[in-house]
């Protein structure tokens, strides 16, 4: 088993102003990775970083500071939205490999990362979770309280857990959900 001690959450928005943190944390907290020493409360890091636009831009240099300087004791994972102007997303992956090309990350490196993006907003996912449907097309109805969110994830997360296939799941979420289950293989072995 992998010696990964820490999980960093790259994620859209600003500190206090966005539903995404209660569910990321509360997701990864209730799977529990096994290749994390759960002790202490540092085990998982919110890092918000702005617009897409912004998160592109500082992801290469996280990347350096997060997980190549911390000697491989660290995660990183990159949540973003995918939006109208993006078709779905490996497109939205390789915007930012371009970006960590050009600043001088190689492919084995940003191949660590693990991407998670929703389609148009992760209040898709939560409808999805809440109630069995959405319509990436659209953006989800807006969260109001963290804790709609938090029990999205711990939904999400028993899903997960079971292993079984997920009915109706839309293709943002079956894509992270793939990339999850990649990195889960690969601190495994």
Not at 36 to 48: M, T
Not at 159 to 184: F, H
């Amino acid at each position: 088993m992998a010696s990964k001690t820490a999980i960093v959450c790259l994620h859209e928005g600003t500190r206090g102003h966005s539903i995404d943190p209660v569910f990321i944390n509360k997701l990864i907290r209730t799977l529990k990775p096994s290749w994390i020493r759960w002790q202490g409360s540092n085990i998982v890091r919110l890092d918000p970083c702005g617009g897409r636009k912004d998160l592109i831009g500082l992801f290469p240099q996280k990347l350096r500071e997060v997980v190549l300087a911390a000697g491989g004791n660290t995660t990183l994972m990159v949540w973003a939205d995918v939006d109208d102007d993006m078709p779905d997303c490996d497109a939205l992956k390789n915007e930012f490999w371009r970006e960590a090309e050009k600043q001088g990350v190689t492919r084995d490196q940003f191949d660590q990362v693990v991407f998670l993006f929703a389609k148009d907003r992760i209040e898709n996912w939560i409808e999805f979770l809440r109630t069995g449907a959405t319509d990436e097309s659209k953006e989800g109805p807006r969260i109001k309280h963290g804790s709609e969110a938090a029990e999205a994830a711990r939904i999400l997360a028993a899903q997960c857990q079971s292993g079984a296939p997920i009915k109706n799941i839309p293709p943002s979420l079956e894509w992270s959900c793939k990339n999850w289950r990649d990195l889960k293989s690969r601190m495994n072995s």
